[in-house]
């Protein structure tokens, strides 16, 4: 069993930051593969990124186009994903997850066996 918790959303300009970080529950956090998704209201989950269970393969969702960077610190089991050039579009939910898969396929929900509570991440225009 694995809890996730999130942390560090909030309100943000465009253009502006944001650093989540995912605090991981266990001693096995570096047998998990780690994703990011979002859900805006109205709209259906989406993913945002993936990291491999060492960190040395990420994979991203289409519309980050170089904006956010994942990674991870095994040794705090804790993963992040920094967020930069936010703009109104990034406002959402934003939830961490943990799988033990990593590949072609991490951009599916049903990949991941662990989910956090979200963190809400608003940008205003």
């Known amino acids: 069993q694995v809890q996730l918790v999130e942390s560090g959303g909030g309100l943000v300009q465009a253009g502006g930051s944001l650093r989540l970080s995912c605090a991981a529950s266990?001693?096995?956090?570096?047998?998990?593969?780690m994703g990011w998704f979002r859900q805006a209201p109205g709209k259906e989950r989406e993913f945002v990124a993936a990291i491999s269970w060492s960190g040395g393969s990420t994979y991203y969702g289409d519309f980050v186009a170089g904006r956010f960077t994942i990674f991870r610190d095994n040794t705090k089991n804790t993963d992040y994903l920094q967020m930069n050039r936010l703009n109104p579009e990034d406002t959402a939910v934003y939830y961490c997850?943990?799988?033990?898969?990593?590949?072609?396929?991490?951009?599916?929900?049903?990949?991941?066996?662990?989910w956090g509570q979200g963190t809400q991440v608003t940008v205003s225009s």
């Open positions: 997850a943990a799988g033990h898969s990593f590949g072609s396929s991490s951009d599916g929900a049903n990949e991941y066996d662990y």
């Open positions: 266990g001693r096995t956090f570096s047998s998990y593969a």
